[in-house]
């Protein structure tokens, strides 16, 4: 049977995304992604607990991320955990990152950008889907929450 490696999740990014270019001229972007789980102790005092995570997006999606990420930004990600090592003055390093397969950026309505995905394979199509948000008369900055949370679900965080 094979395994299933899938990571999904949704915060803040910590910093407006690194962008490079590989010597084989392949784009890779690079940022931090805050989730903070909010509860009450046996106090009933309100805790938090903030998880930094290494993002890393490929090709077109470093693209996007490089034109419409920006510190603050709440994005759901979805990818698969990655751990790479190398070795630094004798020491050998790890480092665990989540390499994203697609994002939503979240947030305000108004925002121009809601959706963006990659390919599933190298060989699909070469461009990202970027749809825009439609636009309400509301002047609420309500979040767009993705499809799978309604805002009566009674969440952890």
């Given amino acids: 049977m094979a395994g299933i490696n899938k990571v999904i999740l949704v915060g803040n990014l910590g910093k407006d ?3 490079r270019t590989t010597e084989t001229g392949i784009k890779v972007a690079h940022f931090t992604l805050a989730t903070t789980e909010v509860y009450k102790d046996k106090n009933g005092e309100r ?3 903030t998880e930094w995570h290494n993002i890393v997006c490929w090709r077109n999606l470093a ?6 990420l ?3 930004k709440l994005i759901y990600v979805e990818g698969k955990l990655r751990t790479r090592s190398w070795e630094e003055n004798g020491v050998k390093r790890y480092t665990t990152e989540v390499v994203a397969d697609n994002f939503i950026m979240l947030g305000a309505k108004n925002d121009n950008v809601s959706h963006i995905e990659t390919p599933a394979s190298p060989q699909a199509a070469t461009t990202s889907t970027v749809a825009p948000t439609a636009s309400t008369a509301s002047t609420t900055e309500d979040p767009v929450l993705p499809p799978f ?3 009566e679900d009674d969440l952890p965080f």
Wanted: hydrophobic share 20%; net charge negative.
């Fill in 47 to 49: 805790k938090e607990i």
């Fill in 17 to 19: 995304p690194e962008v």
């Fill in 63 to 68: 693209d996007i991320s490089e034109k419409y």
């Fill in 149 to 151: 949370i309604s805002e």
């Fill in 70 to 72: 920006t510190k603050g």
